[in-house]
């Protein structure tokens, strides 16, 4: 089981990123993908989830308008689309991923990362003001 996450670097205020997750390993249609940050200092942030199986999205409620998740499930990857970017959100961005076996909601999963089954190395993330 492999998450890969790709994409982050130095970045000015107010620009964007996207950052891909590459899953393998797993059947992919048969979990959820989270995508959590971590600042230092701070504990891991939910960000938002993707249904393999239906692309079903949540967003933790201060992430919603500049945050967009997607997926293709072709290549079994995972996209953060990060827009207006601020300093503030200078962070490890990782990807992990929960089997939906664990019956768990959307909601539950972003505010618990202990519940993960997968992670996959971070990638960072700066933004300069």
């Known amino acids: 089981v492999q998450l890969q996450a790709s994409g982050g670097g130095l970045v000015q205020a107010g620009r964007s990123l996207r950052l891909s997750c590459a899953a393998s390993?797993?059947?992919?249609?048969?979990?959820?993908i989270v995508w959590f940050r971590q600042a230092p200092g701070k504990e891991q942030e939910g960000i938002s989830c993707?249904?393999?199986?239906?692309?079903?999205?949540y967003y933790a409620d201060s992430m919603k308008g500049r945050f967009t998740v997607s997926s293709d499930n072709a290549k079994n990857t995972v996209y953060l689309q990060m827009d207006s970017l601020k300093p503030e959100d200078t962070a490890v961005y990782s990807c992990?991923?929960?089997?939906?076996?664990?019956?768990?909601?959307?909601?539950?999963?972003?505010?618990?990362?202990?519940?993960?089954?997968?992670w996959g190395k971070g990638t960072q993330v700066t933004v300069s003001s």
């Open positions: 992990a991923a929960v089997s939906v076996s664990a019956g768990q909601t959307m909601e539950v999963l972003l505010r618990n990362y202990y519940l993960m089954d997968y």
């Open positions: 390993g797993f059947t992919f249609a048969d979990y959820v």
């Open positions: 993707i249904s393999g199986s239906d692309g079903t999205t």
